[in-house]
């Protein structure tokens, strides 16, 4: 297993959760990082991404209310939900790349979503 999440439940609308994506030194990248989801039936969907040097960019549904940061130090890539809403229900998954891989930050933050590894996903769900 390359990347855990966690994190992932069941919340009532305006409620909040933090979900974690743990990597080791072989599937954690400085370069670039990313949060995804998906619900049955439709297109994945990239929540956010964060580049080398901490800059961010969200899809515009969460901006405001979600916040992605990592912490290099422990491999660990980190999306904090806040007021969320029942349009946020879906399967989370964290996406990295081979260290190696310089993706540059313009690229990262343009929608980049062809990452090396990605995770089993955490099934957020919030109710009305």
């Known amino acids: 297993v390359q990347l855990v999440e966690s994190g992932g439940g069941s919340v009532e609308a305006g409620g909040s959760l933090r979900l974690s994506c743990s990597a080791s030194?072989?599937?954690?990248?400085?370069?670039?990082m990313g949060w995804f989801r998906q619900v049955p039936g439709q297109e994945r969907e990239r929540v956010a991404g964060?580049?080398?040097?901490?800059?961010?960019e969200y899809v515009d549904s969460v901006k405001g209310r979600f916040t992605v940061s990592k912490d290099d130090a422990s491999y660990t890539l980190y999306l904090q939900m806040n007021n969320l809403t029942q349009e946020d229900t879906g399967m989370y998954y964290c996406?990295?790349?081979?260290?190696?891989?310089?993706?540059?930050?313009?690229?990262?933050?343009?929608?980049?979503?062809?990452?090396?590894?990605w995770g089993q996903g955490t099934q957020v769900t919030v109710d009305s």
């Open positions: 964060i580049s080398r040097d901490g800059s961010v």
């Open positions: 996406a990295t790349n081979k260290d190696t891989r310089a993706v540059p930050k313009w690229m990262c933050l343009a929608g980049f979503d062809r990452f090396d590894f």
């Open positions: 030194s072989d599937t954690y990248s400085r370069y670039c």
